[in-house]
T-cell receptor, first 114, second 112 residues
Framework: DTAVSQTPKYLVTQMGNDKSIKCEQN?????MYWYKQDSKKFLKIMFS???????INETVPNRFSPKSPDKAHLNLHINSLELGDSAVYFC?????????????FGSGTQLSVL | QKEVEQDPGPLSVPEGAIVSLNCTYS??????FMWYRQYSRKGPELLMY????GNKEDGRFTAQVDKSSKYISLFIRDSQPSDSATYLC????????????FGIGTKLQVIP
């Protein structure tokens, strides 16, 4: 069974469109994250939620809005997509609140903005 | 200066070689050190995890942390073609809901 699953795997869209990426984890973890991996393969945190509460919000344009309907789900909605948003977006989860942050990643959503 | 520096490679080695991968960092608050392996078109997966300074061994993999030098290493013994992947170092500060900071990753190719 997939521990952290995200959909879609690939997303090709035009500039200016609005799109969403969904993520679900079945590990019973309390904390979920969105990471962005750019063309240079640099992996950077965007958001983190713990039990549906936003706890990390890095310097991300407000066109990006995460939503966590419950602790097993964390979705990412992106408004007015720009060329620079093209990247691979990874969802991750961790136990949270413990002495380490072992992250479990999904397979990624490759977003291409044309 | 980036918080975590890592040579992106690529690094090509023959099968059976010992591989050494390294990262340096600038934030002295980092206490938890991790190595993730990422295969092409996949998400990173945790390989090794170390708290503070010292060594940790797991099969063919050894992680070393030298906090005084702000330097961490991952050694792979008897490297196999299946080890071909990108290896990302990662680190975080004190416990809690801290963010994990990643290096850019070193692409490793083990040639049969």
């Amino acid at each position: 069974d997939t521990a952290v699953s995200q959909t879609p795997k690939y997303l090709v869209t035009q500039m200016g469109n609005d799109k969403s990426i969904k993520c679900e984890q079945n590990l019973g973890h309390d904390t979920m994250y969105w990471y962005k991996q750019d063309s240079k393969k640099f992996l950077k945190i965007m958001f983190s939620y713990n039990n549906k509460e936003l706890i990390i919000n890095e310097t991300v344009p407000n066109r990006f809005s995460p939503k966590s309907p419950d602790k097993a789900h964390l979705n990412l909605h992106i408004n007015s997509l720009e060329l620079g948003d093209s990247a691979v977006y990874f969802c991750a989860s961790s136990q949270g609140g413990s002495t380490n942050e072992k992250l479990f990643f999904g397979s990624g959503t490759q977003l291409s903005v044309l | 200066q980036k918080e975590v520096e890592q040579d992106p490679g690529p690094l090509s080695v023959p099968e059976g070689a010992i591989v050494s991968l390294n990262c340096t960092y600038s934030n002295s608050a980092f206490q938890y050190f991790m190595w993730y392996r990422q295969y092409s078109r996949k998400g990173p997966e945790l390989l090794m995890y170390t708290y503070s300074s010292g060594n940790k061994e797991d099969g063919r993999f050894t992680a070393q942390v030298d906090k005084s030098s702000k330097y961490i290493s991952l050694f792979i013994r008897d490297s196999q073609p299946s080890d071909s992947a990108t290896y990302l170092c990662a680190m975080s500060a004190s416990w809690g809901y801290q963010k994990v900071t990643f290096g850019i990753g070193t692409k490793l190719q083990v040639i049969p």
